[in-house]
């Protein structure tokens, strides 16, 4: 079993960045696909974007393309989310989750696919 812990959320003006993180611990991290996910009040939680165990495979929702990186460092057993260009309609708890998998280019866009979550952050984005 693997723990996750989120980092980094907090209150920014539209068109400012944030940096959030999720530190694993308890099991290889680099034997699990990673992934973001928010739920914003009243909604469903949703996919924002998934990264393969060892990083060189990325996927992102459409709405978050060329604005939001994922990225991990297996060596830190952390991945990060880098949030550039926040809208109002970015705010919502943001979860990392983590599904084991043998396919080093696998990546889990589904809420579904993973096994693992975090507690999640607050992101609040200003207009």
């Known amino acids: 079993q693997v723990q996750l812990v989120e980092s980094g959320g907090g209150l920014v003006q539209a068109g400012g960045s944030l940096r959030l993180s999720c530190a694993a611990s308890?099991?290889?991290?680099?034997?699990?696909?990673m992934g973001w996910f928010r739920q914003a009040p009243g909604k469903e939680r949703e996919f924002v974007a998934a990264?393969?165990?060892?990083?060189?495979?990325?996927h992102y929702t459409d709405s978050v393309k060329g604005r939001f990186t994922i990225s991990r460092d297996n060596g830190k057993n952390t991945m990060y989310l880098q949030m550039n260009s926040l809208k109002p309609e970015d705010t919502a708890v943001y979860y990392c989750?983590?599904?084991?998998?043998?396919?080093?280019?696998?990546?889990?866009?589904?809420?579904?696919?993973?096994?693992?979550w975090g507690q999640g952050t607050q992101v609040t984005v200003s207009s």
């Open positions: 989750a983590a599904h084991p998998t043998s396919g080093k280019s696998i990546v889990v866009v589904t809420t579904s696919g993973y096994d693992y």
């Open positions: 308890g099991r290889t991290f680099s034997n699990y696909a």
């Open positions: 990264i393969s165990r060892s990083g060189g495979r990325t």
